[in-house]
């Protein structure tokens, strides 16, 4: 595998349901993010994590849950989810906050496709 | 806050036209900008990252070009195919480590 992977691509869940969502980068990064594209709404953040570490929380209702255990995982864990909620959820990762050199290209997985019955 | 707009939402060509996407934010402390292409249902492909420091960057028929100080960034597709068909995105980041800012994309129909 390389680049970043995402699993599952497509998930259908119920409201009372929970899942996860897994990302995983092949890059040697240390930073990945969360992001949601909605319809006809411009892809927006959700988390960073810098070194394992929660850096950014962009206001997000707590049925999402993010876990980071190492560098190279990133978890979504999803429950009691609304119809709303159904997007595509991207993985990004980046190479380190604080080095200059890698200009933090942030590099995208294929997304899973969510929707909330 | 930071926003950024790209015009236009949407544009058809036919194949072989030279074309520009425009983008534009409304902060000018940028630590970067990337245009990423976006195929249907797809993930995100990084095209080009422009530096802060810097004012265009080129990868084959790819040109984008960066004006900070007017908050503008234009992407220049040279001689268009019908593969070149896809969303662009536009997005800025404030400094390293940080989310990224998209625009809403420009969708992009190139005709044989």
């Known amino acids: 595998e390389t680049g970043v992977t995402q699993t599952p691509r497509h998930l259908v869940m119920g409201m009372t349901n929970k899942k996860s969502l897994k990302c995983e980068q092949h890059?040697?990064?240390?930073?990945m993010y969360w992001y949601k594209q909605s319809a006809k709404k411009p892809l927006e953040l959700m988390f960073v994590?810098?070194?394992?570490?929660?850096?950014e929380n962009n206001s997000v209702p707590s049925r999402f849950s993010p876990e980071c255990p190492n560098s190279s995982h990133l978890f979504l864990h999803l429950h009691t989810l609304q119809p709303e909620d159904s997007a595509l959820y991207l993985c990004?990762?980046?190479?380190?906050?604080?080095?200059?050199?890698?200009?933090?290209?942030?590099?995208f997985g294929p997304g899973t496709r969510l929707t909330v019955l | 806050k930071q926003e950024v707009t790209q015009i236009p939402a949407a544009l058809s060509v036919p194949e072989g036209e030279n074309l520009v996407l425009n983008c534009s934010f409304t902060d000018s402390a940028i630590y970067n900008l990337q245009w990423f292409r976006q195929d249907p249902g797809k993930g995100l492909t990084s095209l080009l990252l422009?530096?802060?420091?810097?004012r265009e960057q080129t990868s084959g028929r790819l040109n984008a070009s960066l004006d900070k100080s007017s908050g503008r960034s234009t992407l220049y597709i040279a001689a268009s195919q019908p593969g070149d068909s896809a969303t662009y995105l536009c997005?800025?980041?404030?400094?390293?480590?940080?989310?990224?800012?998209f625009g809403k994309g420009t969708t992009l129909s190139v005709s044989s």
């Open positions: 997005a800025v980041s404030s400094q390293a480590g940080t989310a990224l800012i």
């Open positions: 990004a990762s980046s190479q380190d906050v604080v080095a200059p050199s890698s200009y933090n290209e942030q590099f």
């Open positions: 994590y810098n070194f394992k570490e929660q850096t």
């Open positions: 422009i530096q802060s420091s810097q």
């Open positions: 890059l040697g990064h240390n930073a």
